[in-house]
């Protein structure tokens, strides 16, 4: 079954959109949907022996460049230790680099190098050309239902988290 033959096959929401078959399903699109997002940069990501948790890192610090170590962990919402781990193997690779902080010297602020902005990009690319296609199959409604939903599952102090990133000056 080609890929348009299996879009159109995909049933509308009901009415009932509440029921548990219905939120069963939503759930089932959230994870395979996340999956087959992810698969189309993994084979990037290994090429340079990187896996997902360095390219969220490089993609919230290509967003906000000068992003300080403690802001990340709450946008990643990983451990300490792991974000170092990240970190630590970035900066190794010439993919980043750290300075104290502008206002608080103790803080640690996160830019990529060009080497890092170059492949943050490469990955990005390919993203947004999978994003791009499904947001063009399912056309402007849906993307904003997507939008939605997605946001309305978010926490407020999350929401407010993603409105940032996208007011940021000098920011995409």
Known sequence: MNEENFLS???AA?????????VRRGI???FFGHAALWRTIDARLAEKELGRAHYRALYFIARQPGLAISDLLALLGITKQSLGRVLKELEARALLTTRPGGR???QKEL????EGRQLENAI???LR????RAYTHAGQAAVTGFWQVNEALLSPRERARVAKLGSEPGQP
């Open 129 to 132: 050309d999978a994003m791009s």
């Open 28 to 30: 089932e699109y959230l």
């Open 111 to 114: 830019r990529l190098t060009a």
């Open 9 to 11: 096959q995909v049933p």
């Open 124 to 126: 990005f690319t390919a």
């Open 14 to 22: 009901s009415a009932l959109f509440l029921r548990e078959a219905e």
């Open 104 to 106: 608080d010297r103790r």
